[in-house]
């Protein structure tokens, strides 16, 4: 064996030579110099911030201990007394959550995985794990509430196929760090949902209030006869309000939701619907609505009572283009469509949209986003603040997948072949 | 910054060629072994005087280089960024023999652990001793030894790499 090992170490020796070859460039003592003066700087700048760091909070201590009728707002004793994260630059999230596949060449089934990543670079930063204990774990969606708080549903399927019965789903909250780290998972109260399969989650900023839009776990949502419900939760308390969607009985008009949203005070949940009918002779008019629920963690009741917020139709030209999703502001004002087909001044029929309307009053369009030549539609987020999108969306030439900002849409990795949903 | 401590520069001048192939090794990447090797450098400039005092320089570079591409090596994501253009330079001789020597070694070497490949290039390459080996990676020799041979054996059934063997041999 040594006598192999030696024969094999002589061989590797010479191809490892071959191999590291000559380097092209010479590290300098200049450049270790250079070097040792930026770390040197950078000692010294870490320990000016820690003294101003330190400093400053005192002084931030002591003016609100000074300040009469005014409480201290950070832990009373230990622990950080800064806030632990920041906004990124302009505003934007600094973190978004992927839903990706990664592909395995048909060997075994594709595997699925939610991450966390950097907007500024796309790195992971972190790849979330469901915390039961079962072999086939859905992570999926995800919510975002502010302060880098998010929401997330753990669904447990009898199986690893697509169709597979969803057993239970389970509601957790976890926090994203400063450096994007997880911490934190934690159950969220009355967020245990039995023999439910999690289509959608919306939550308020202040993750105070989550809604669900619920379909029964043996029936995948895409047997479009299911009527699915809507679960409004406190999650200080864990108290439910369930809203349940019409059986598609004979002759009745249902409303279904399509996607919901929260205002950030949680006394509005507003959802994309269209009206729908499933008997012969029966005709569905009216077109696509945004529909809203006042107080909806009040009491529960039925979808098809929620007060008509928005016909769509009358703000938009909508005959030759669909709403895929819609968003209402934090404040309840407006809705933020995401559009897919031919709108006022673009060129052909192809195309992707993301527009404002004002809640009452005139309804006039703000294109957010424009792609001319847009012809598919992924996903669409927007983040606590109502101001930064995310997009999935494509052209003939490929799929996209991105924030949009200033009018541009700027691609976010992963490859957008195989992201099936991204939010803040 | 004060001016290199004594040694320092001879050091350099005479090794840095010799720690940049060791550090391709470890990382298969150029831009990533020059950034290692100058790294390693910058660290062990404070402490020059107490190393030559106490210590092989050498073998204290190379722990520092080791260390600190495990370091990297932890990390999620190191930093890749897409570029227009291939940053490899053209090899002078018979290029696309060297270019098959160089992809095969690096995928051999990338199917090892960061610590089984140090044990390899320390041992195999910079022919140091297995104390030697030991005392870089602040291990056990008996910790080198198992490990030199789980990475053979990994190696061993890389068949690109036993053609290649075959080959560059004969």
Request: hydrophobic share 40%.
């Amino acid at each position: 064996v040594s006598q192999e090992n030696g024969e094999l170490t002589a061989k590797l020796r010479l191809l490892m030579d071959i191999a590291a070859g000559e380097p092209r460039r010479q590290v300098t003592v200049e450049a270790v110099r250079r070097g040792v003066a930026r770390r040197r700087k950078a000692a010294s700048a870490a320990a000016a911030a820690v003294l101003v760091l330190a400093t400053g909070t005192g002084v931030a201590v002591a003016a609100q201990r000074a300040e009469p009728g005014r409480r201290p707002t950070g832990p009373a004793t230990g622990g950080p007394s800064l806030p632990v994260t920041q906004p990124g630059r302009s505003g934007v999230p600094r973190y978004y959550v992927a839903r990706s596949v990664i592909p395995n060449n048909g060997r075994t089934a594709n595997r699925e995985e939610t991450t966390v990543r950097a907007t500024a670079t796309g790195a992971v930063r972190a790849r979330l794990r469901c915390p039961l204990a079962a072999p086939y774990v859905i992570s999926w969606p995800v919510a975002p509430a502010g302060n880098q708080d998010f929401f997330l549903a753990c669904q447990r399927a009898a199986g690893a196929q697509p169709s597979a019965k969803v057993l239970e789903s389970r509601i957790f909250r976890f926090h994203v760090t400063g450096s994007g780290l997880v911490t934190s998972v934690l159950p969220v109260r009355g967020g245990v949902l039995g023999g439910l399969l999690v289509q959608s989650i919306a939550a308020t900023p202040d993750g105070s209030e989550i809604a669900v839009i619920v379909y029964p776990g043996s029936h995948p949502p895409d047997l479009h006869r299911t009527p699915p419900d809507v679960i409004v939760i406190d999650t200080r308390t864990g108290a439910r309000a369930i809203w349940r969607g019409a059986p598609p009985v004979s002759g009745r008009t249902v409303y279904w939701p399509q996607d919901i949203s929260l205002t950030a005070d949680g006394q509005r949940l507003a959802f994309l619907t269209r009206p729908q009918c499933f008997q012969t002779g029966c005709t569905a008019s009216g077109g696509q609505q945004m529909r809203v629920l006042i107080h909806p963690a009040s009491g529960g009741g039925q979808l098809n009572s929620a007060g008509v917020l928005a016909r769509l139709n009358s703000a938009l030209p909508l005959s030759s283009a669909t709403v895929m999703d819609a968003v209402i502001s934090p404040d309840g004002s407006a809705l933020t469509l995401a559009v897919l087909g031919r709108l006022p001044g673009q060129p052909g029929p192809d195309s992707i949209s993301v527009v404002q309307i004002p809640v009452s009053g005139h309804r006039r369009l703000r294109f957010v986003y424009r792609l001319p030549r847009g012809d598919s539609y992924g996903f669409f987020s927007a983040d606590p603040s109502g101001s930064h999108f995310l997009l999935g969306t494509g052209t003939l030439n490929g799929p996209l997948a991105g924030r949009i900002a200033n009018g541009m849409l700027i691609p976010l990795r992963p490859d957008p072949v195989i992201v099936q949903a991204m939010v803040w | 910054v004060s001016k290199e401590p004594e040694g320092f520069v001879q050091f350099v001048e005479a090794r840095e060629r010799a720690l940049q192939r060791t550090a391709w090794l470890l990382t298969g990447d150029r831009g990533l072994a020059e950034d290692l090797v100058q790294t390693a450098l910058v660290r062990t400039w404070p402490r020059w005087k107490r190393i030559r005092r106490h210590d092989d320089p050498e073998v204290y570079v190379r722990r520092v280089m080791v260390n600190t591409w495990a370091t990297w090596a932890r990390r999620r994501w190191r930093g890749e960024r897409a570029t227009p253009s291939v940053p490899e330079g053209p090899a002078p001789g018979d290029i696309a023999a060297e270019v098959a020597v160089r992809m095969a070694v690096r995928s051999a070497l990338a199917s090892l652990t960061a610590r089984q490949r140090a044990v390899l290039v320390l041992r195999v390459f910079d022919d140091l001793s297995e104390a030697q080996v030991a005392q870089v990676l602040d291990c056990a020799v008996g910790t080198v030894k198992s490990t030199m041979s789980q990475a053979l054996a990994k190696l061993r059934s890389d068949d690109r790499l036993a053609e290649l063997m075959e080959r560059e041999t004969r």
